[in-house]
């Protein structure tokens, strides 16, 4: 098992920054996939951006070039830089980490961007 806590959240202006760290309660050097999902208001939960086996970075089409994931094994902590944000990434940002067949996530954090 493993537990995720988010934080990081906030209001932020259009074309602001927010970085989200997800602190996870045990080494997640094994653990892939590893990332963010998104849930605004009346809509379905989406997928932000994650890591994969290998490495490998993939990204929703609307946030490509705008956020950039990244992981820190020995802080157990994954991280997703938001760069140029939009009104249209208000939500609640969820971690999520794939482990032995199981999906877990965090409790989320709020996103809100606007002026």
């Known amino acids: 098992q493993v537990q995720l806590v988010e934080s990081g959240g906030g209001l932020v202006q259009p074309g602001g920054s927010l970085r989200l760290s997800c602190a996870a309660s045990?080494?997640?050097?094994?653990?892939?996939?590893m990332g963010w999902y998104r849930q605004a208001p009346g809509k379905q939960r989406e997928l932000v951006a994650i890591?994969?086996?290998?490495?490998?970075?993939i990204y929703a089409d609307s946030v490509q070039g705008r956020f950039t994931i990244s992981r820190d094994n020995a802080k157990m902590t994954v991280y997703l830089q938001m760069n140029s944000l939009k009104p249209e990434d208000t939500a609640v940002y969820y971690c999520?980490?794939?482990?032995?067949?199981?999906?877990?996530w965090g409790q989320g954090t709020q996103v809100t961007v606007s002026s």
């Open positions: 999520n980490a794939h482990l032995d067949s199981e999906n877990y």
């Open positions: 045990r080494s997640i050097f094994s653990i892939y996939p």
């Open positions: 890591i994969a086996s290998g490495g490998k970075k």
